[in-house]
């Protein structure tokens, strides 16, 4: 499958603490994107990080990719109520096509 | 600043109906994405156009049609609405069609009755 396949898929924390999720994805992609979506809204880009990245950082927000394993994942540290969204993985192929996978839903609890 | 505008933000249809959606892209980004969202599954890519020549195409049924004006902007056309049909339909758009960050609408949600 070309989609980006979060793992876990749904995440309840207090606020304060970091999130990390994971995603994993199966064949060569041209760059990784994360995307949050309140619910019924649209999606807002993140962050992007490149095939010949490995790390990127954007605030509070902190970015890795493994090309070896097909796998990224997204660290949100210092949680707050208003980061309460679906994180949603995107691997990007040929024309910028972005495959979605399903998404984690992460709750922060005041 | 300017982002991703999309009409109608609701629209409601019956089956076998016929439905239009709007998508203005942000100033001077060239290329403009469909995707798709049905309740709580993740966005489906569509079609993608770059100076108004379709660029790319996914998983959008025979019944859809898009295509990209001379002002840029979009419209995806669907025919012969099914209760499956019902979905957020996003519009994005990007300067860099090659690799590059969309910007996403608000979205348009459409349900078939």
């Known amino acids: 499958s070309q989609q980006g396949e979060e793992d876990p898929q749904a995440l309840s924390i207090q606020e304060g603490e970091n999130a990390t999720m994971n995603c994993s994805y199966k064949?060569?992609?041209?760059?990784l994107q994360w995307y949050r979506q309140n619910s019924g809204r649209g999606l807002v880009h993140l962050i992007l990080?490149?095939?010949?990245?490995r790390e990127k950082h954007s605030g509070r927000l902190r970015v890795t990719l493994d090309t070896s394993k097909k796998s990224s994942s997204l660290l949100i540290t210092a949680s707050r109520a208003a980061d309460t969204a679906s994180y949603f993985c995107?691997?990007?192929?040929?024309?910028?096509?972005?495959?979605f996978g399903k998404g984690n839903q992460v709750v922060v609890i005041p | 600043a300017a982002g991703v505008i999309q009409s109608p933000r609701h629209l409601i249809k019956e089956k076998r109906e016929t439905a239009t959606l709007k998508c203005y892209p942000i100033?001077?980004?060239?290329?403009v994405y469909w995707y798709q969202q049905g309740p709580g599954q993740d966005p489906q890519f569509l079609i993608s156009?770059?100076?108004?020549?379709?660029?790319d195409k996914g998983s959008i049924p025979d019944r859809f049609s898009a295509q990209q004006f001379s002002d840029y902007h979009s419209e995806l056309n669907m025919s012969s609405l099914e209760l499956g049909d019902s979905a957020l339909y996003f519009c994005?758009?990007?300067?860099?069609?090659?690799?590059?960050?969309?910007?996403f609408g608000e979205g348009s949600r459409l349900t078939v009755l």
């Open positions: 994005a758009s990007s300067k860099n069609r090659v690799t590059g960050e969309l910007f």
């Open positions: 990080i490149r095939s010949n990245e």
């Open positions: 100033p001077r980004h060239d290329t």
């Open positions: 064949t060569s992609i041209n760059n």
């Open positions: 995107a691997p990007a192929y040929g024309n910028n096509r972005l495959a």
């Open positions: 156009f770059y100076e108004k020549m379709q660029s």
